[in-house]
């Protein structure tokens, strides 16, 4: 494939850590057919699904989960881990060259993994994404036990809000992420906030995870009611 630019999405493209960087400042993310494709494509959404870092919704149950605990919470422990489970199923957007580029991203401190983990150490559930600005664009997620995505996205949306960042892009609205509070909003608007967040700077490493999921729990409450 021949270098280009994300301004000329039909146009073949050598997919880099640095183009993809280059796509996201521009409002837009590549995909790939299936895990076998050697193609990518460029996606620019009329619709863009997002998460308000006011508004999560812990429902009940979940907030009963948070407060029983028993689960620690990692940031890049295993970022590999993350991205190959993600993939771990029969349809995939994530080929070869968008694992490759995640993983050149994660070197350079453009990608993170958030985990949620089991007291043996395994993984439970997780989250991974790339950073620019105060904005953090969510790839993909996994679950591998009960409520393990919805732990990783409560307790992530708690860290980046902590960590100064204003936009948690989701790509696509699902009704998994809609039940947790993410909303869909048009193109000219989704532009507008992301030009604001690569504004400013925030890093999710500035602070560690919280580690006490009852403090987050009374966090996210606290925030949901207010916004």
Known sequence: MDSATPDDPAAPQVLSPALMLAAYRAGVFPMAESRAAS????VDPQWRGVFPLNGFHISASLGRRMRRGGYSICLNHDFPEVV????????????????????????????????IRGPDGALWGGVFGVTLGRA????????????????????????LRRCGFLLFDTQFLTPHLESLGAVEIARADYRAQLAVALEGTARITALPPDPDPVQVWQRMTQTSKRG
Not at 39 to 42: A, G, P, R, V
Not at 95 to 114: E, K, P, Q
Not at 137 to 152: I, N, P, W
């Open 136 to 159: 953090f664009f969510g790839e993909s997620m996994v679950s591998r036990a009960t409520d393990g995505s919805k732990l990783a996205l409560a307790h992530l949306v708690d860290h």
């Open 84 to 115: 190959d489970a993600c993939a771990d199923r029969p349809e995939t957007w994530i080929n070869t060259d968008l694992r490759r580029v995640y993983l050149g991203l994660a070197s350079l401190g453009a990608a993170h993994s958030w985990e």
């Open 39 to 42: 193609d990518l494509f460029w």
